[in-house]
Every structure is written in C-alpha cells, then in structure tokens.
C-alpha cells in the first residue's frame, strides 16, 4: 500500500475535530494562552507544541517554495500568477 499517507484524514476533517476535542475537554489548567481559546489540560502540552511546530514549519516551507518557484519563473520571463496550473509551453 501507499503508507501512512492513505490512513490520514484531510488537513480540514483534522481541524474540524481538534475544534470540538477541544470543546468538550475539561479545563483543568488556568488562563488560555491565546485569547478566545480554553486552556488545554496540561498533559496534551508536549502533543499541542509537536502540532504548532508542524504547522509553522509547513507554511513556512510552503512560503519558501512558493517565493523560489516565482524566481525561477521570472528567470524564465514567465508570468506567476497568470501561469498558475499551465504548463510553461501553454498546454
């Protein structure tokens, strides 16, 4: 089979689901880190920081990728955004 990537669910489903695991975990710890959010129990920390750090270094990464590719497209003279989804000869 194709591996781990067959058994995940979409990055949306994910989110939809930590938003209401989030919603009926009970609040043991005090204030919430960001405002707005409820506090997660403590001993999802180590899990929460794994999520964070996999997230910020996915839209970095994808930033990264996204700025090379333009250079690359403008050393070409092709045109980014307009380009976006064709192929470079127009097909």
Do not use: C, S, W, Y
Not at 85 to 90: E, F, I, L
């Amino acid at each position: 089979m194709g591996g781990d990537d067959e058994a995940k669910l979409p990055e949306p489903v994910r989110d939809h689901l930590g938003q209401q695991l989030r919603g009926v975990l009970p609040v043991e710890t005090g204030n919430p880190k960001f405002l707005g959010d409820e506090a997660a129990p403590e001993h999802f920390a180590p899990q929460i920081a794994k999520l964070e750090t996999r997230l910020k270094t996915h839209e970095e990464g994808t930033g990264a990728v996204e700025d090379a590719l333009d250079r690359i497209l403008d050393a070409f003279g092709i045109a980014g955004e307009a380009g976006k989804g064709a192929a470079p000869d127009g097909r």
